[in-house]
């Protein structure tokens, strides 16, 4: 059984530009959500994609979007980047049934926006 | 007010101590708890979730109190491996949904 895998690991990109980051479930599961966490901080849910539609989504504007894949794969995509987005962004994955809330986090992806 | 807070250390522990950290939150209708490790620059991972009766996992208990809406960790006979930061986990969701909110964390410092 693989785990969450999340590409690149690392990145760093300059303000105003656009980023696409990406998640693999483990095997078995049909839900990813994508957390942000920022040094120091505990991560903060971003949104969460169900059946390749956003399903529940957190206080982050309109420039962080996303995809969920028939494979359950995701992306995370973030425009317009300002430094204050430069953190970790974690993607975890779970088995979208009622009061099943396990996730299984990925390694995550460090941003760093200069 | 946070939705979930915590004291964010760091705890500085010897080895074999017993630890105790704490957490509220904020929303009443919170429906799940857990408690999360992470380790230095690596992701969360599920250490225990947190029943109303009380649970425990070998050296860890925890525990929830929903009249005060507060939660705990116990961590009995510290190890140098318990070394982590402790993320306080709530789900205020009814039917599943994996919208968690966490905390800031507690540091934990376990030493020789």
């Known amino acids: 059984e693989t785990g969450v895998t999340q590409s690149p690991t690392h990145l760093i990109k300059t303000r105003g530009q656009q980023v696409t980051l990406r998640c693999s479930s483990q095997?078995?599961?049909?839900?990813v959500s994508w957390y942000q966490q920022a040094l120091g901080q505990g991560p903060q849910f971003i949104f969460q994609?169900?059946?390749?539609?956003?399903?529940g989504r957190g206080n982050f504007p309109p420039r962080f979007s996303g995809l969920q894949f028939p494979n359950y794969s995701s992306e995370l995509n973030v425009n317009a980047l300002e430094l204050d987005d430069s953190a970790l962004y974690l993607c975890?994955?779970?088995?979208?049934?009622?009061?099943?809330?396990?996730?299984?986090f990925g390694a995550g992806s460090r941003l760093t926006v200069l | 007010r946070k939705e979930v807070e915590q004291d964010p250390g760091p705890f500085n522990v010897p080895e074999g101590a017993t630890v105790a950290f704490n957490c509220t939150y904020s929303?009443?209708?919170?429906?799940?708890f857990f408690w999360y490790r992470q380790d230095c620059r690596k992701e969360p991972k599920l250490l225990m979730s947190?029943?109303?009766s009380g649970n425990e996992d070998g050296r860890f208990t925890a525990q929830l109190n929903r009249a005060s809406q507060y939660i705990s960790l116990l961590i009995r006979d510290s190890k140098l491996s318990d070394s982590a930061t402790y993320l306080c986990?709530?789900?205020?969701?009814?039917?599943?949904?994996?919208?968690?909110?966490f905390g800031t964390g507690t540091q934990l410092k376990v030493e020789l």
């Open positions: 975890a994955s779970s088995l979208q049934v009622a009061g099943a809330n396990v996730l299984t």
């Open positions: 095997s078995g599961h049909n839900t």
């Open positions: 994609y169900y059946r390749e539609e956003e399903n």
């Open positions: 929303n009443s209708a919170s429906q799940s």
């Open positions: 947190v029943y109303s």
């Open positions: 986990v709530v789900n205020p969701l009814t039917g599943g949904g994996n919208k968690l909110t």
